[in-house]
């Protein structure tokens, strides 16, 4: 008579292999050749792209909302959080698919703008004319302009206050005690502090 340990087990403990994630006890996502795979209960639900966002997020979608997985299980297999997986369901709910492919934002790698308005105020401060009205003939707020021409080099100026020489009395503003002031110190006195 054979015993139990002279035969292998039928079901020995299977082991997944690094490409293959399971989403629960139903779904796996397994990743390969370039391609990702969803499969719920062997059966695949989507392929696509392993750079396709647009494709995984609606992957992400899917199961949640047929009731495969929830958020919080499709979230950990996509390496996003579930806060992501509610913005795809939403996204999705009120634009459809192509609502899933747009970024929120400005585009990386794009200029805010365009050169020839960078040209137009580096004229128009080269000329002389007063932030306010450059911000007038572009259209914009001043604090925009402000902001342009820090971006282009230019600093605004400090202010310099104007000194007063305190010598000879020919100047009709400057009064007649520091006439005579700067008239009686001798020559050899210390400066007055």
């Known amino acids: 008579m054979a015993r139990p340990d002279d035969h292998p087990a039928l079901f020995p403990q299977a082991v997944h292999p690094p490409d293959l994630i399971q989403i629960n006890a139903r779904g796996l996502l397994q990743t390969g050749d370039g391609h990702h795979v ?3 209960s062997g059966i695949v639900m989507a392929q696509y792209a ?10 992400m979608v899917s199961l949640v909302e047929q009731g495969h997985a929830d958020q919080n299980d ?3 297999a ?4 579930p806060r992501t997986a509610r913005r795809y369901q939403v996204h999705f709910a009120t634009g459809g698919l192509p609502a899933l492919a747009q970024t929120v934002g400005y585009p990386k790698g794009r200029r805010r703008l365009p050169e020839s308005r960078d040209r137009l105020v580096n004229r128009l401060k080269s000329a002389g004319r007063s932030n306010c009205d450059i911000s007038r003939r572009c259209g914009v707020s001043e604090n925009a ?5 820090k971006r282009l080099g230019w600093r605004e100026k400090t202010p310099e206050q104007a000194t007063l020489p305190l010598t000879g009395g020919s100047h009709p503003n400057l009064s007649a005690f520091t006439t005579a002031l700067v008239e009686n110190v001798p020559a050899s006195a210390p400066p007055v502090a």
């Open 78 to 81: 996509f390496a996003r959080s």
């Open 74 to 76: 499709v979230a950990r």
């Open 145 to 149: 302009i402000r902001k342009q021409l």
């Open 50 to 59: 392993v750079g396709d966002r647009m494709s995984e997020a609606y992957a």
């Open 38 to 40: 969803v499969s719920v």
